[in-house]
Nanobody, 119 residues
Framework: QVQLVESGGGLVQAGGSLRLSCAAS????????MGWFRQAPGKEREFVAA????????HYADSVKGRFTISKDNAQNTVYLQMNTLKPEDTAVYYC????????????WGQGTQVTVSS
């Protein structure tokens, strides 16, 4: 298991930017693929972005492609989500998750950070 703590959420106007951070501790961070998910009120949790354990190969949901960027700093045990051109529909609690390189599912989750985008 790895322990995850998100930060960087807040209130921003539409068109603005935020950068979320997720600090990891515990097992070797560099061996984990990392992901960001979000859950809006009344909706199911959805995938936002993920990055390979090497930090080289990103994947994005179509809804955020071209606006969000995920990055992984193995030296700092941190994964980031840079969010630009934010829209009100991006409002949600954002969760960081970790998946061991030999696993198929994300097994460790942070507590979440609230992102609110006003119109």
């Amino acid at each position: 298991q790895v322990q995850l703590v998100e930060s960087g959420g807040g209130l921003v106007q539409a068109g603005g930017s935020l950068r979320l951070s997720c600090a990891a501790s515990g097992r070797t961070f560099s061996s984990f693929a990392m992901g960001w998910f979000r859950q809006a009120p009344g909706k199911e949790r959805e995938f936002v972005a993920a990055i390979s354990w090497t930090g080289v190969i990103p994947h994005y949901a179509d809804s955020v492609k071209g606006r969000f960027t995920i990055s992984k700093d193995n030296a700092q045990n941190t994964v980031y989500l840079q969010m630009n051109t934010l829209k009100p529909e991006d409002t949600a609690v954002y969760y960081c998750a970790a998946r061991p390189s030999d696993a198929t599912r994300f097994g460790s989750w942070g507590q979440g950070t609230q992102v609110t985008v006003s119109s």
